[in-house]
């Protein structure tokens, strides 16, 4: 029997999806990253990001967004210019399946604000939730204190952690954009505001031109980037940030496997240990979402 459009669990799936496909577009990234550096793969996969979300949106537009609107999503831009950064330039440093294990605090963090700018629910079990998370993170990097990576590693999990809280932010903003606007309006501003913020750092910064065997790699990071947005905005447009902030887990299993495929990187019982607690953390935290109005449906 096929899952109501209006149900949560569709959504829930949807969302699985989009996170599934920016589970590959960060496989892609350390690949540029690591060839071009953070900044130069955000900035030019940020031109051809806009170009596809504009090829999408521009020919069927009404109108163009309200001030209020507009604001958001220059709001949510800018966090996610400063949120990718921290996080490409983290996932340069450490294994692609530790790096994603440590973001995975943001749904939690998430949690609380969601209670706060939402005003959802957020169950007492949260503070125990929270430590048990807290403790996976700790796993994870006394796994990468006894591996010896280096300070660099070090670094590059700080990055992630700070990337992770701009990401619980973002998962709040999206909840509240989703609601306001499209998809495709959603994806086309926000590339533009990203690639805008990243061209004005361009005087201060430098870069050069991307050698011609990056280009195609970039254009497939922009297009992975792109639907993921698509599939994330319209999912939560139709269920509680809280809830599919959860989708968020499924991203360790395809990192570990990108990770092994692209990059040889094994898996850490550390890694996997921590990753298992921060998980069982957010999922303790995590409530049964109510049936969303069918009349959200009709009106996004």
């Given at each position: 029997m096929p899952i109501p459009r209006h149900s949560p669990a569709y959504a829930f799936l949807v969302g699985t999806v989009g996170i599934?496909?920016?589970?590959?577009?960060?496989?892609?990234?350390?690949?540029l990253v690591l060839a071009i550096g953070a900044y130069a793969t955000m900035l030019w996969r940020s031109f051809a990001s806009v170009g596809l979300s504009g090829l999408m949106y521009l020919p069927g537009r009404t109108a163009?967004?309200?001030?209020?609107?507009?604001?958001?999503h220059i709001?949510?831009?800018?966090?996610?210019?400063?949120?990718?950064?921290?996080?490409?330039?983290?996932?340069?440093?450490?294994?692609?399946?530790q790096a994603?294990?440590?973001?995975?605090?943001?749904?939690?963090?998430?949690?609380?604000?969601a209670a706060v700018l939402l005003h959802e629910t957020v169950g007492p079990r949260t503070v125990g939730a929270s430590l048990t998370a807290f403790g996976g993170v700790l796993?994870?990097?006394?796994?990468?204190?006894?591996?010896?990576?280096?300070?660099?590693?070090?670094?590059?999990?700080?990055?992630?952690?700070?990337?992770?809280?701009?990401?619980?932010?973002?998962?709040?903003?999206?909840?509240?954009?989703?609601?306001?606007?499209?998809?495709?309006?959603?994806?086309?501003?926000?590339?533009?505001?990203?690639?805008?913020?990243l061209l004005a750092a361009l005087p201060l910064?430098?870069?050069?031109?991307?050698?011609?065997?990056?280009?195609?790699?970039?254009?497939?990071a922009a297009g992975l980037s792109t639907f993921s947005l698509?599939?994330?905005?319209?999912?939560?447009?139709?269920?509680e940030a809280s809830y599919l902030a959860a989708t968020e887990y499924t991203a360790f299993l395809w990192a570990a496997l990108f990770g092994w495929l692209m990059f040889e990187e094994p898996l850490s019982p550390y890694t996997l240990a921590g990753a298992l607690l921060i998980v069982a953390g957010c999922l303790l935290a995590a409530r049964r979402p109510q049936e969303a109005d069918p009349h959200l449906e009709a009106a996004t």
């Open positions: 599934a496909l920016f589970s590959a577009m960060d496989a892609v990234m350390k690949g163009w967004p309200s001030r209020p609107v507009l604001q958001l709001m949510r831009g800018l966090l996610s210019t400063v949120m990718g950064l921290l996080f490409f330039w983290g996932i340069g440093r450490v294994p692609l399946a994603i294990a440590l973001a995975f605090i943001a749904p939690l963090i998430a949690l609380y604000l796993v994870i990097l006394l796994g990468q204190a006894r591996a010896d990576l280096g300070q660099e590693a070090l670094l590059g999990s700080a990055a992630i952690l700070l990337s992770a809280v701009c990401y619980a932010v973002n998962i709040i903003l999206m909840r509240r954009q989703s609601l306001a606007a499209k998809p495709l309006e959603i994806g086309f501003f926000q590339n533009l505001t990203v690639g805008v913020a910064i430098g870069t050069s031109v991307p050698p011609a065997e990056q280009w195609p790699w970039l254009v497939v698509l599939l994330l905005s319209w999912a939560y447009a139709r269920a």
